[in-house]
């Protein structure tokens, strides 16, 4: 598995491009739908089959989801500052293949969740004990954390896979929104009718299909290996935040001098080769602007760089 620094690559190779965008789209379509499939109808299975009260079920169920939107931003953040796209979306599909089967296994095996109850009033019912509350939730952490690393990679990896700095990669990468959302739109329609009809008729099943979804959208990642970009890692952008404000603090006993036609002069450093694009200045935060000023007095960099 290599890197690619340089795009010229992508034609030499073959790499990236729709071949390696199938893979992804794939891919991504079987992630949503075994995701989604578990979570469209769960807290009435927190109710039916773990016998909980309803505020319970819904702290259960809003506690879980919170935490899998939250934890898009760690994810986003490992991804940018260490290890790339490419082993996030890997690690985190594992993690979301272990959440899924695990919460399988609470409805398929019966240590796993309370005895059936034919009492109308759930309430009523046995409460689970602290081992199947602990599987449970363990499950539904591992789900977690693969939707935190999967979320805020997926789109990214897959526009990696475009040169736009061609008029054909841009055309590529808006191909490439296009088929994305109109695939989640197919899932979110199919999870909820299909899927949760079949959950109806029995948890195992409703929940046996998303698992086996998405094992099969595992092997469908990594059977596309050879045929991704992988770029590199170009640091957090909270790192760089927080070097643009102590630059600014250093240098702001400087003067911004101007050139013959009145406008400031500022240095422009050169822009590193890669997929991200120079952004142009403007007057919003014009304090920041110090840091263009060209100087060798101040160390700025968070790194001693």
């Known amino acids: 598995m290599g890197v690619v620094e340089n795009q010229k690559i992508l034609l030499e190779k073959k790499l990236g491009g729709w071949r390696a965008i199938t893979f992804i789209l794939g891919n991504e379509t079987l992630e949503k739908l075994g995701s ?19 505020v319970e079920a819904s702290n259960v169920y809003y506690l879980w989801m919170g935490l899998t939107n939250f934890a898009p931003l760690l994810g986003a953040l490992i991804s940018d500052a260490y290890i790339g796209r490419f082993k996030t979306i890997a690690y985190a599909s594992l993690f979301s293949i272990l959440g899924l089967m695990t919460v399988t296994l609470t409805a398929c095996l019966p240590q796993l969740h309370p005895p059936p109850c034919n009492n109308p009033h759930p309430d009523e019912c046995d409460d689970p004990n602290k081992l199947q509350l602990g599987i ?70 409703g929940f046996s299909i998303p698992t086996s979804v998405m094992a099969c959208a595992v092997v469908l990642f ?12 170009e640091g957090s952008v909270f790192s760089g935040i927080a070097r643009v404000i102590v630059a600014a603090r250093k240098k702001r006993d400087l003067k911004i ?38 100087t060798f007095k101040f160390d700025w960099s968070l790194k001693g760089n």
């Open 257 to 294: 001098s101007l050139v013959d036609d009145g406008t400031e002069e500022y240095y422009e450093p050169p822009v590193k080769p890669g997929v991200l694009s120079k952004l142009p200045l403007t007057d919003q935060f014009k304090y920041l602007h110090r840091i263009l000023l060209e």
């Open 222 to 233: 990594f059977v596309g290996m050879r045929f991704y970009v992988y770029v590199k890692p």
């Open 136 to 205: 449970l939730f363990l499950g539904l952490g591992f789900l977690s954390i693969g939707s935190g690393g999967i979320r805020p990679c997926s789109i990214p990896f897959g526009v990696d896979q475009f040169d736009q700095r061609t008029e054909q990669g841009l055309k590529g990468v808006a191909s490439f929104f296009n088929w994305y959302y109109l695939t989640l739109t197919m899932v979110l329609i199919f999870s909820h009718t299909v899927v949760v009809y079949l959950q109806t008729v029995s948890w195992v099943i």
């Open 36 to 54: 989604i499939g578990v979570s469209a109808n769960f807290m009435l299975y927190l109710r039916n089959v773990f016998h909980m009260e309803p």
